[in-house]
C-alpha cells in the first residue's frame, strides 16, 4: 500500500471513531493549492535544462502550511500529498500553529553542479514567492536539499519581500537558523521514548535497541540512547550492518563512519546482513530510514517489543495488524519523528521576535513539547479505545477539524 492509501484510511478511520460529518471529511482530505511550475536553467555549459517544481498546501485553518522541499529524480505527486497531508497532522499532534505543506523539484540532486542548484531554486523561488511567505507557507530542507538550499530561498524571497528570516527554517545559524536544529528530530525521538517508556514503567537504560539507518536522524538517536545508557545492539545504513550483542560504542562507530565513509569493517562489532536488522533480537526497534520497510513479508519475524517510526511511514496496515496481534507496541511516525518540526516552530518564532534562544531552552521546550504530546495521545487512546497511532490521528485530526469549523467553513 503506498504512502496515500496509508495516509487517507488512517484519517478515515480517525474521522469515524470522531464521528466527523462526511463533508466536514471530505473537505479536509482535498489539499488547499496544488501548484507547479516549470523551472528552467542554463547550466554550466551553456546548454538549458527544464524541471517541473511543485508544491502542495494541504491545510491552513490552524495557520501558516509548513514543510519540507525536496529535489529528487522521481518526485511521486501522490507521495507528496500524502507527506502534506502527514504534515497537517503531525503539527496538530504537537500543538503547533501550522498547517501542512510539501513540495520539491524533480531532479537528481547529485548530477548537478552548486553553481546550477543555486539557479535552479532561484528560479523555483521566484516562481512561487507570491504563494509561501512567513504567514502563508514556510519551507523547509528534506531529502536533497539542506541549510544551504534554504539560505538562496531566503535571498531570493527577500528580493521581493524586503529581509524575511522566517520565511524558511533550518537555515545556517549565521542567517537565523535555530541552535539544536540539526539534532532535533534525532532528540525529538528520544524524548517520544523516554515518554512511551516511561508510560509502561520501563527506562532506556535498562534496555537494548536496533536502529535500522544511520543518517543525521538514525546516529543522533544512537548517539542520545547510548549517552544515556541505553544498549544499542545492532545498526544498519545503506552501506550495511554491524551488530555487538553487548552494545556498540556509538562514539567510535560515528568516527569510523567519519572516516572510511562506511559502518562494516568496524573494529568494534560483527558483521550483520542489513536484512536481518529488523528481526535482530531487541527491545525496542527504531527505523530511521525509508518508508514501507516493515510489510507483510517480514512483520510476522520482528522480535522487538516496541517500536519508534521515526522514519516516515516505515510500517505498513498490514505489518501493522501483524505487529498488533504480536502485542508489538508501535508510537507512530506523526508524534515520534515531530522532533525536526517543532524546532522549526522555535526558529520561525525566533526570527519572528528578533530574539534567538540559548541552545539549552531550545532542547527544554522541545521535550516539554514532546512529553505534553505524548500525554495527548493517551488522553485520545483512552477516550476512544483504540491504540497509539489512531490516538495520534483522532487528536490531530480532531484539532483541524475543530478550528476548520470554528472558523466557519461554509460561508
Known amino acids: 500500500m503506498n504512502a496515500l492509501a496509508a495516509t487517507n484510511r488512517n484519517f478515515r478511520q480517525a474521522a469515524r471513531l470522531l464521528g466527523l460529518d462526511s463533508r466536514v471529511e471530505k473537505s479536509l482530505l482535498i489539499p488547499f493549492r496544488e501548484i507547479k511550475v516549470e523551472c528552467t536553467i542554463p547550466k554550466d555549459d551553456g546548454t538549458l535544462m527544464s524541471y517541473i517544481g511543485f508544491r502542495v498546501q494541504h491545510d491552513n485553518s490552524r495557520g501558516p502550511m509548513k514543510g519540507g522541499i525536496r529535489y529528487h529524480p522521481e518526485v511521486d505527486p501522490d507521495e507528496v500529498n500524502a507527506l502534506a497531508q ?3 497532522w503531525k503539527t496538530a499532534v504537537a500543538d503547533l500553529p501550522y498547517g501542512g505543506a510539501k513540495g520539491g523539484i524533480g531532479c537528481n540532486p547529485k548530477e548537478l553542479s552548486a ?7 532561484r528560479v523555483f523561488t521566484q516562481k512561487i514567492h507570491d504563494l509561501i511567505g512567513v504567514n502563508r507557507d514556510v519551507p523547509a530542507p528534506d531529502m536533497g536539499t539542506n541549510s544551504q ?20 527554517t533550518g537555515k545556517p545559524v549565521d542567517l537565523g537558523g535555530s541552535l539544536g536544529r540539526e539534532a532535533a528530530t534525532g532528540r525529538g525521538v528520544v524524548y517520544a521514548t523516554e515518554a512511551l517508556l516511561a508510560d509502561h514503567g520501563k527506562s532506556i537504560k535498562d534496555l537494548t535497541f536496533a536502529i535500522q539507518g544511520f543518517g543525521n536522524v538514525g546516529s543522533w538517536v544512537a548517539k542520545l540512547i547510548h549517552d544515556i545508557g541505553g544498549r544499542i ?26 572516516e572510511t565513509g562506511k559502518l562494516i569493517e568496524f573494529d568494534g562489532a560483527d558483521a550483520l546482513d542489513s536484512n536481518e536488522l529488523l528481526s535482530h533480537e531487541c527491545d525496542v526497534l527504531i527505523p530511521c530510514a525509508l518508508g514501507g520497510v516493515l510489510n507483510r513479508e517480514n512483520a510476522e519475524n520482528v522480535r522487538a517489543k516496541f517500536i519508534i517510526e ?10 501493522d495488524e501483524i505487529l498488533a496481534k504480536k502485542g508489538v507496541i508501535i508510537l507512530p511516525d506523526i508524534y515520534a519523528n515531530a522532533g525536526g518540526v517543532t524546532v522549526s516552530y522555535f526558529e520561525w518564532v525566533q526570527n519572528i521576535q528578533g530574539f ?6 531550545v532542547n527544554n521546550v522541545l521535550k516539554r513539547y514532546m512529553t505534553r504530546a505524548f500525554g495527548d495521545i ?14 495520534a ?4 485530526v480532531n484539532r483541524v477539524a475543530r478550528a476548520t469549523l470554528l472558523r466557519g467553513w461554509e460561508a
Open 86 to 88: 502527514l504534515m497537517t
Open 115 to 121: 553553481s546550477e542548484l543555486e539557479r535552479l531554486t
Open 149 to 168: 538550499t534554504m539560505a538562496w530561498i531566503l535571498d531570493e524571497y527577500s528580493k521581493f519581500h524586503g529581509h524575511s528570516p522566517a520565511v524558511v
Open 233 to 258: 545492539v545492532a545498526v544498519s545504513d545503506i552501506t550495511g550492518a554491524v551488530k555487538n550483542p553487548k552494545g556498540i560504542d556509538i562514539p567510535a562507530l560515528l568516527k569510523h563512519k567519519e
Open 310 to 319: 521515526a522514519a516516515n511511514h516505515p510500517t505498513d496496515p498490514e505489518a
Open 356 to 361: 534567538m534562544w540559548e541552545e539549552e531552552k
Open 378 to 391: 493517551k488522553g485520545m487512546c483512552k477516550s476512544h479505545n483504540c491504540n497509539l497511532r489512531m490516538g
Open 393 to 396: 490521528f483522532t487528536l490531530g
